[in-house]
């Protein structure tokens, strides 16, 4: 399904692929509010200065979703506010910034490099992700530019009291004092 206004509210979006057979589907400054999500394709699809609020993301496919698109020319962020993620793979997070959102049951194994999260909740079992910090670390960021522009890891006011970490790795000076840690034991592997 191609889309091409700027705008879309309350729309319900269940089982649409998004994706144009491989090649690429930039989505650049679309804003959606209290759009759901459902089981819809999503691979091959880049948001560049988008804004999802109070949207419902549940099932599936996400891993292939640039969240927070960027070329090589222009950077642009994505804001998700009061969004919810359900049982999602997520994997190119991109520069996107993550306020008041829940992630309930996510696949992440990836890192997280110039996303940011703030008030946001993570529900289930965490594993092999890592969270990048304001250090700048080229194996990560790739070059200066990507590094400027992202809010480099910033996690403030996260709740991980209801999540299962296992091999999750905080790096490049991330501030752990606004993080709520889960009640169980962390497991490293």
């Known amino acids: 399904m191609k889309l091409t206004d700027k705008q879309y509210s309350n729309q319900v979006f269940k089982r649409t692929s998004f994706c144009n057979?491989?090649?690429?589907?930039?989505?650049?400054?679309?804003?959606?509010?209290?759009?759901?999500?459902?089981?819809?394709?999503?691979s091959d699809v880049l948001a560049r200065g988008?804004?999802?609020?109070e949207c419902v993301f549940k099932g599936g496919k996400l891993q292939h979703?640039?969240?927070?698109?960027?070329?090589?020319?222009?950077?642009?962020?994505?804001?998700?506010?009061?969004c919810t993620f359900e049982n999602v793979k997520l994997r190119s997070l991109g520069i996107a910034d993550f306020i008041g959102c829940t992630f309930i049951n996510c696949d992440f194994n990836t890192a997280f490099i110039a996303a940011s999260f703030s008030k946001c909740k993570f529900v289930g079992k965490?594993?092999?992700?890592?969270?990048?910090g304001?250090?700048?670390?080229?194996?990560?960021?790739?070059?200066k530019l990507s590094f400027l522009v992202s809010n480099k890891g910033?996690?403030?006011?996260?709740?991980?009291?209801?999540?299962s970490l296992t091999d999750v790795d905080f790096r490049g000076g991330i501030d752990l004092s606004k993080v709520?840690?889960?009640?169980?034991?962390i497991n490293r592997m």
């Not at 988008?50 to 609020?53: G, S």
């Not at 910033?154 to 999540?163: G, P, T, Y």
Request: aromatic content about 20%; hydrophobic content about 35%.
């Open 21 to 42: 057979e491989g090649i690429a589907v930039w989505w650049t400054k679309k804003k959606f509010e209290r759009c759901q999500f459902l089981g819809c394709d999503f």
């Open 50 to 53: 988008c804004r999802f609020i």
């Open 65 to 82: 979703f640039s969240m927070g698109g960027r070329t090589s020319v222009l950077l642009r962020k994505t804001i998700y506010m009061d």
């Open 126 to 132: 965490i594993y092999g992700c890592v969270f990048c």
């Open 134 to 143: 304001p250090k700048f670390d080229s194996y990560y960021y790739g070059n």
């Open 154 to 163: 910033r996690l403030e006011d996260v709740d991980f009291s209801e999540a």
């Open 180 to 185: 709520l840690m889960p009640h169980t034991t």
